[in-house]
């Protein structure tokens, strides 16, 4: 089946700098990979629509110049948390469509706390 | 847009009993409905999946039921074991797209007492 990879599983960062978070398809292409976060108890809000090749599309209320999105290659994807604070704090989940079989498949998820 | 509606929000249920969590949504473009089962602190993991030319599937003890109509769709657990035990979520997307996206039901915390 689809694989998907994401690093770190952990990271833990201080006030004011920035993080970086990497979702990769190993087996399959993925032009189009989602980015969620997710709050203890509660379900995936998704934060972006990221393209492969072009500019990401976010959800509202997602602040584009916080979460920099790049999909430079049809197997990667990277979340930037710029400039992080105690409130980006939360656990960050990657998804790509499999286009063989319209599948979504996710990474193992990212907790990010910020100090 | 799509809103999907899950039920109940926490369920408790004797191994070896069944478990039925149930789902709704309201776009009627919606025709690709997976279930999700996600243990603490990992990633979503697909444990089954229905599309819409079909009423029902089936995975060993797991099976999904649609209801196109009523726009409603079930997941069933039978003979449930403890490693069962996890938050499940469903989710709907319109398929044939690779820009659409998966909107997901607040979750279902299944806890299978030994």
């Known amino acids: 089946g689809a694989v998907v990879s994401q690093h770190p599983s952990r990271v833990i960062c201080k006030s004011g700098t920035s993080v970086k978070i990497e979702c990769r398809s190993l087996?399959?292409?993925?032009?189009?990979m989602f980015w969620y976060r997710q709050f203890p108890k509660q379900s995936l809000m998704l934060m972006a629509t990221?393209?492969?090749?072009?500019?990401?599309?976010?959800e509202q209320g997602v602040e584009k110049d916080k979460f920099l999105i790049n999909h430079a290659s049809l197997t990667l994807s990277t979340l930037t948390v710029t400039s992080a604070h105690p409130e980006d704090s939360s656990f960050y989940i990657c998804?790509?469509?499999?286009?063989?079989?319209?599948?979504?498949?996710f990474g193992s998820g990212t907790r990010l706390t910020v100090v | 847009g799509e809103n999907v509606e899950q039920h109940p929000s926490t369920l408790s249920v004797q191994e070896g009993d069944s478990a039925v969590i149930k789902c709704t949504y309201s776009d009627s473009a919606s025709n690709y409905f997976p279930w999700y089962k996600q243990e603490l602190g990992k990633g979503p993991q697909l444990i089954i999946d229905?599309?819409?030319?079909?009423g029902e599937k089936k995975d060993q003890r797991i099976a999904v039921t649609l209801n196109k109509t009523a726009k409603h769709f079930s997941l069933h657990i039978t003979e449930t074991q403890p490693e069962d035990s996890a938050v499940y979520f469903c989710?709907?997307?319109?398929?044939?797209?690779?820009?659409?996206?998966?909107?997901f039901g607040k979750g279902t915390l299944l806890t299978v007492n030994p």
């Open positions: 989710a709907a997307s319109p398929s044939g797209g690779s820009n659409y996206k998966l909107t």
């Open positions: 990221s393209n492969e090749g072009s500019k990401a599309t976010y």
């Open positions: 087996d399959f292409q993925a032009t189009t």
């Open positions: 998804s790509a469509r499999d286009l063989r079989d319209y599948g979504y498949t």
């Open positions: 229905i599309r819409s030319n079909v």
